[in-house]
């Protein structure tokens, strides 16, 4: 499968609104949303413990019998940088890769891109643009307020959210986009990846938490929770770390 | 978590930010009077009690409620349930039995002319009876409001609820009350408390309950987060340009002092984000 460029637009800062929230979008929600599971490369990336190559390809596995539709597989940067992603390429040939399931890879350079790129290469252009809260700073006003902005230029079908938990603010945005139209959400399995700018802060949000909001609000997913909650499991044992997921935590039973 | 001393409860600087209503303990008399509360009486015999700071106590019968008056106590509430086992199980009677004994004490209350809080447990679901119906949650509320409680908070007891649950059980309780005479406690146990208190707060809910660091876990689910934090929800009603009176530094303030009194790390994002733990 061909890789794709996915472009990450940052929130444009100053789009404080004082307004209130209007009551006139609640409860309309798409039907089905896409979950893009971010974990394997962001959550990872921010994770200080190195991961042998095989935990990567058997999380990213795990991810995929638990039925989510897109998981981002791993960073095509310099390894110097990151170098939780050095092993990028045994990583997208050791993947079992699923037909009906994406597997994009982040190339933030051309020298990435070509690294990926297979020998059929599509057209540049980017077929979704997902939009991050990459500090988590945002609520769901200044949400609303940034949606609005760019979907007058980029149609909402091909939008997407990548909303970070710094300030806990994760679910109540997504709920917001979701409410606006958008079926295309970024997050992470048991919220991993913290957050490079304030240190012992949460980063992503879980992916076990949006599955939950889902499923309660009647949105299809395809994602198995109960799969996904095994993926969870496994790997915060190999990384020596409690989950960040408040639905793994209650579901866990210590 | 270990007791804590009534000194520390003192000090507690809540009565020093907050301009809304401050849970502080309740009046349980007999057997299952939790061992943290029992100092009830020093407690607000100690606290400085701030003009326009209100410090509701919980009293589930009229011995309870007369010793909270004792005590100089101005507000009461009182915790009813949607769920006939939870009620049983939490406080040792039917719903029908517990609404009898509420009568009295919100009868007696009245006379005095102290306001009592109505609370309607297991909102959204229940731990023993799974799913819990919203004509169940609104026929226990509207019987509270109807004895004269001014306000009904409703609770997710152990925070299954999620924005539709929230929605559907808002719209048939806000049938028989006004929104102005309702508030959300949501528990964040699956993550889901901002997202249910941003449904509420689309429909017309201005009233909504937190713990400051989000103390309190669950007593269903070992290791599971339980109350809202305080902070949290500040942050997010900032955001939105939503007017609180409360000075969020002075919450996070707050909520390190517990935090360390307690020995336990905060369940606010926020504070996690700002404290650089």
Not at chain 1, 137 to 147: A, E, F, I, S, Y
Not at chain 1, 189 to 216: I, Q
Not at chain 2, 178 to 189: K, N, Q, S
Request: charged share 15%; aromatic share 6%.
């Amino acid at each position: 499968m061909a890789t794709v460029k996915k472009a990450l637009l940052w929130r444009l800062p100053g789009l404080a609104s004082l307004r209130a929230v209007s009551t006139s979008s609640v409860g309309t929600f798409p039907k089905r949303v896409k979950i893009v599971e971010v974990g394997p490369r962001d959550g990872l990336q921010n994770e200080k413990n190195i991961l042998p190559t095989p935990m990567k390809i058997k999380l990213i596995d795990m991810l995929s019998e638990a039925g989510l539709p897109v998981i981002e597989a791993t960073s095509f940067v310099s390894p110097k940088w990151v170098p939780q992603m050095a092993d990028h390429a045994e990583v997208m040939k050791g993947i079992q890769k699923f037909p009906g399931i994406s597997y994009p890879v982040l190339t933030p350079n051309f020298k990435g891109f070509q690294a990926a790129v297979s020998k059929k290469m599509y057209s540049v252009g980017c077929y979704e643009i997902s939009l991050g809260d990459t500090i988590g700073v945002g609520t769901p006003g200044t949400m609303k307020d940034m949606l609005s902005a760019v979907m007058h230029e980029v149609p909402v079908a091909a939008l997407a959210v990548h909303c970070h938990d710094t300030y806990g603010q994760a679910l109540a945005n997504t709920l917001m986009a979701l409410q606006m139209g958008v079926s295309v959400v970024d997050s992470s399995v048991a919220g991993l990846g913290g957050c490079p700018y304030a240190h012992g802060a949460s980063g992503n949000l879980a992916t076990e938490d949006l599955v939950y909001m889902l499923a309660g609000l009647g949105v299809h997913t395809g994602v198995n929770l109960q799969k996904l909650l095994e993926a969870g499991a496994f790997i915060c044992q190999a990384l020596n770390r409690r989950t960040s997921s408040k639905v793994a935590q209650a579901t866990c039973k210590l | 978590m270990g007791n804590m001393p009534s000194a520390v409860k003192h000090c507690l600087s809540y009565q020093q930010l907050l301009r809304e209503h401050l849970w502080i303990g309740d009046s349980v008399a007999g057997a299952f009077e939790p061992a943290q509360m029992a100092d009830h009486t020093e407690v607000m015999k100690g606290i400085r009690q701030y003009p326009g700071i209100r410090y509701p106590v919980l009293t589930p019968n009229l011995q309870g409620f007369h010793r909270a008056v004792a005590a100089g106590a101005t507000e009461i509430s009182v915790f009813g349930a949607a769920s006939e086992p939870f009620s049983k199980k939490n406080i040792n009677c039917a719903i029908e039995e517990s609404m009898e004994k509420f009568e009295e004490v919100v009868k007696s209350a009245r006379h005095m002319n102290i306001p009592t809080r109505g609370y309607v447990s297991c909102a959204l679901g229940c731990p023993y009876e799974g799913n819990i119906t919203p004509q169940k949650v609104t026929e226990v509320s509207k019987r509270l409001y109807g004895m004269g409680c001014y306000e009904i908070s409703l609770g997710d007891t152990i925070g299954v609820g999620t924005p539709g649950s929230m929605k559907r059980m808002l719209e048939s309780v806000m049938k028989e009350i006004p929104p102005r005479a309702l508030a959300v406690h949501c528990h964040d146990t699956y993550g889901q408390a901002l997202a249910n208190i941003l449904t509420a707060l689309q429909m017309g809910i201005n009233v909504v309950d937190s713990a400051v660091s989000g103390l309190g876990g669950c007593p269903y689910a070992k290791g599971a987060s339980g109350n809202v934090a305080t902070e949290d929800l500040i942050y997010m009603l900032n955001g939105l340009g939503v007017k609180t009176g409360v000075n969020l530094y002075k919450v996070m303030e707050a909520g390190d002092f517990i935090c360390k009194a307690v020995n336990k790390t905060t369940n606010s994002k926020v504070a996690q984000a700002s404290f650089n733990a």
